[in-house]
């Protein structure tokens, strides 16, 4: 199941809850004392910041796979969100031995020294997303070299009413030049519907190898005994340069290639329970500045894919963050869980 943890930070006694859900989450991660706490610290300076600058926000903690080692073990991915003024100066703030007032003396800098990936957006009056991902190693040292330019995906996943569980599901499997992106969404919310969309992605690392029609059809049987979900994959063939999209219900893409957004097609039905006959695959060319966007209906409906080409730079799960906070707020609150996940670039393989 989707384990989440979804923690509101409108005042300096809720920091310590995030202290708390990142040891509680680097525990089912099977991080190390060491990791743990460096998920903890790595927290609780983020959460900190939310309270000092961006009068609150919240913090979502999710257990991500670490692709492409497919060594089955989890990382503790933290994502930051606020609504405040935005950082004036980023560059300052990430320098090593910046701190803020009352934190515990990390800094921004020093919490992407010590997280494996640590990426951050702001934008004046719109917000901050900052993101860290720990991993049970350390990284490999203080001058590490950043990742080559190639395929990164990422993802956020928020659940319904801050639950232990979120009823969506993303993952990323590569296989030589084909790399497979699917978000499912369980039929409703809850442990129930987490099982569906949890089941989604185990049974796609044994199909992976397949075009999205077949493995759509292969989740319509590994479903049958759940609930079902609402299931889109996303297939690209870097070496013909094409992606191949397929998706089953009420969850949505967007593809942008050149500076443009298109909307990707859904059929309607359920996997698993109410699947069409036949399965429509829409192909479109993958440039190396292209980016898929998946998102389950927790999403609002209209909602306005960002065009910030600084965002659009970013790790994945950034980009992610930064659409689902922007697409929702308290006029507009979160109605289901809501899964946002992206894969973007070309050229080979990238770290995440």
Known sequence: MSRVWDVP?????????????????????????DRTATAALVATELATNLVRHADG?????????????????????????????????????????????????????????????????????RGTVAMARIDHEPPAGRHRTPPPPGLRAGGVNVPLGRADHSGDAWSRVSDGDRTTLLLADGLGHGPKAAEASGA???????????????ILRHLGRALRRTRGAA????????????????????????????????????????????????????????????????HSDGL???????????????????????????AGSAARPVRDDACVAVLAGGGGEGRH
């Not at 926000?57 to 405040?84: C, F, T, W």
């Not at 989604?200 to 077949?214: F, I, S, T, W």
């Not at 659009?312 to 963050?321: E, I």
Request: charged share 20%.
């Open 9 to 33: 930070v409108d005042d300096s006694t809720r920091v310590r809850d995030v202290r708390v859900a990142a040891e509680a989450a680097g525990a089912c991660a099977g991080l190390g004392p």
């Open 57 to 125: 926000g919240y913090v979502v903690i999710n257990l991500v796979e670490r692709a492409p080692a497919g060594d089955g073990r989890l990382s503790v991915q933290l994502v930051a969100l606020d609504h405040g003024p935005g950082i004036p100066d980023v560059a300052a703030a990430m320098r090593d031995g910046y701190t803020t007032a009352a934190s515990l003396g990390a800094g921004l800098g020093t919490c992407r020294r010590i997280a494996n990936d640590f990426d951050l957006h702001s934008a004046a009056g």
């Open 200 to 214: 989604a992605v185990d049974a796609l690392r044994g199909v992976a190898d397949r075009p999205p029609a077949e």
């Open 231 to 294: 299931v889109a994959v996303a297939q690209l063939d870097l070496g013909a340069g094409r992606l191949h999209f397929a998706g089953i219900g009420n969850v949505g893409a967007r593809l942008r290639t050149g500076g443009t957004w298109k909307a990707m097609l859904s059929q309607p039905g359920i996997v698993g329970a109410q699947a069409p006959a036949s399965v429509s695959v829409q192909r479109e060319p993958w440039q190396d500045d292209s980016l898929i966007l998946l």
């Open 300 to 326: 609002p409906g209209r909602w306005t894919p960002p065009d910030d080409a600084v965002l659009l730079g970013c790790d994945p799960a950034v980009v992610a963050a930064v659409v689902l906070r922007d």
